[in-house]
Nanobody, 121 residues
Framework: QVQVAESGGGLGQPGGSLRLSCAAS????????MGWYRQTPGKQREWVAT???????NYANSVKGRFTISRDNAKKSVYLEMNNLKPEDTAVYYC???????????????WGQGTLVTVSS
């Protein structure tokens, strides 16, 4: 069984910064890509950023140059540093891990519970 815990959401001011953290625990044998997604009411969940096992980073155009994704493999964790926040960044943010569980035959997704980020003055 795998558990995923997110933290770090809250209220940020336009132009300000917030940092999200997410950690996985449990019966994990390998971790591959890690990522962040976000969702606003009435809209589909959208991809924000991904970091691969070798450290390659990719970002959605809407956050490129403002957000930075990073990972700590020893801590089974992924982070999202959000700078120069905009009101349109307001959303529930979800972390995602592509993992191999102990005894499993293929990789699978593990999702965080979501953390609300509100950008407002």
């Amino acid at each position: 069984q795998v558990q995923v815990a997110e933290s770090g959401g809250g209220l940020g001011q336009p132009g300000g910064s917030l940092r999200l953290s997410c950690a996985a625990s449990g019966s994990i044998s390998s971790m591959y890509s890690m990522g962040w997604y976000r969702q606003t009411p009435g809209k589909q969940r959208e991809w924000v950023a991904t970091i691969t096992k070798d450290g390659t980073r990719n970002y959605a155009n809407s956050v490129k140059g403002r957000f930075t994704i990073s990972r700590d493999n020893a801590k089974k964790s992924v982070y999202l540093e959000m700078n120069n926040l905009k009101p349109e960044d307001t959303a529930v943010y979800y972390c995602n891990f592509i993992i191999q569980v102990l005894g499993g035959r293929s990789a699978s997704d593990a999702w965080g519970q979501g953390t609300l980020v509100t950008v407002s003055s």
